[in-house]
């Protein structure tokens, strides 16, 4: 089986929000994505230097396959870049390294209502490897390869206190690339854009070590890679996120860009993926954030509205509502900094009756101040 790229088809209908062409670079040097390119896998999956700020990023929910215990996980490799001119000059092989990786990694057992998380940072070149040829990923307890049949990858985390996942996760779909002609903007600013490229929906099985238990595991997950060198406009104080995979065997990808002053930003959007991999979508004035409920962290006492409803308009069948309730409240991932925190959780997905039609992954971030600054 191989790989397919399945990109949008521009429609006049669609395209509510201007276009502005990007400059070739960053304020800081570095390449700025460039619209219209294709992709060429493997070697897209794998590390791109030339730009400042790339993430892998993994989320699924996991049944066990001899119990009806349940899980949530989450596994996330960031790569960031320093001065593009030294990383250039340099020629220590492992210390000159101007790229850093972070680690994110958690796991909510729903049952227990337990959630465990880690972060890690390390340098390329001493605990830190990707290859620039293939997704081949090596970065402290995550470790990512492309299987043998090349349809799949496996992915194993491990966690602290001697906990391990290990899954196989082969894509049922074609890769999707969000955005006008391939980029996905974020703001005003023309360099404030992204390729951005999905596994929408993924097969998982394998296994979990989990307090000595070894936990046979299968389920579904999402994928996503996200290349940028300068992640949020300088008008934006974070974002809402949520990728939901549905009962019927379809995807959305919702995200409202919160601006300062507390307004969405124009490029937020609605992305619809169907059976067969086809897409739609409609940007800010075509759909609504509602917050339902808040919750507020212990730890940080940050407030964070984890239970939204998401009105839109389909651009064939009108309006639809998705209202996202956590599984599990405490599921904020802190880290090494509390204003670095954000909330990032397994829910279900209820439609306008309350009845349940799916599950997802809801990311809350810069709830903390000062995350646009960090990913510019």
């Not at 790989?3 to 800081?28: M, T």
């Not at 001899?66 to 996330?76: A, E, P, V, Y």
Request: proline share 5%; charged share 25%; hydrophobic share 35%.
């Amino acid at each position: 089986m191989k790989f397919f790229l399945l990109f949008f088809l521009i429609s006049p209908f669609l395209l509510l929000a201007e276009w502005i062409e990007p400059p070739a670079r960053s304020s800081k040097g570095y390449r700025v994505p460039t619209p219209d390119y294709v992709p060429v896998l493997p070697r897209d999956h794998g590390s791109h230097p030339e730009h400042g700020i790339e993430w892998w990023y993994w989320v699924g929910h996991l049944n066990a396959v001899d119990s009806k215990k349940k899980f949530g996980f989450q596994s996330t490799i960031f790569r960031l870049a320093g001065d593009p001119n030294k990383s250039v000059q340099s020629s220590n092989t492992h210390f000159g390294h101007q790229n850093l990786f972070l680690l994110h990694s958690a796991l909510s057992d729903l049952d227990e209502g337990k959630y465990l998380h880690h972060e890690r940072v390390v340098r390329e070149g001493w605990q830190a490897s990707a290859s620039r040829e293939t997704l081949q990923l090596a970065v402290g307890g995550i470790k990512v390869n492309l299987l043998d049949d090349g349809t799949g990858h496996e992915i194993i985390t491990r966690y602290p206190g001697g906990g391990k996942l290990e899954l196989s996760l082969y894509p049922t779909k074609p890769l999707v690339s969000f955005g006008d002609r391939g980029l996905s903007r974020k703001g005003s600013d023309p360099a404030s854009v992204s390729w951005y490229w999905s596994y929408t929906r993924l097969q998982a099985k394998g296994t979990l070590r989990l307090n000595g238990e070894e936990i046979s595991v299968e389920g579904i997950a999402w994928m996503d890679h996200e290349i940028s060198s300068s992640q949020l406009g300088e008008d934006l104080a974070g974002w809402d996120w949520t990728c939901m995979q549905l009962d019927d065997g379809t995807e959305l990808k919702a995200y409202r860009l919160r601006k300062k002053d507390g307004d969405s930003d124009p490029w937020s959007a609605v992305y619809w993926i169907d059976q067969e991999g086809k897409t739609e979508r409609v940007y800010e004035k075509n759909f609504s954030w509602k917050t339902l409920d808040t919750w507020t962290s212990p730890k940080t006492g940050l407030q964070y509205p984890t239970s939204v409803e998401i009105s839109v308009i389909h651009p064939t069948k009108g309006q639809e509502c998705y209202r996202l309730r956590p599984l599990l409240d405490q599921q904020e991932f802190t880290g090494n900094r509390s204003d670095n925190a954000y909330w990032e959780g397994a829910c279900e997905v209820l439609n306008e009756k309350g009845k349940r039609i799916g599950s997802a992954y809801l990311e809350l971030a810069g709830y903390g101040g000062g995350l646009g600054a960090r990913l510019n």
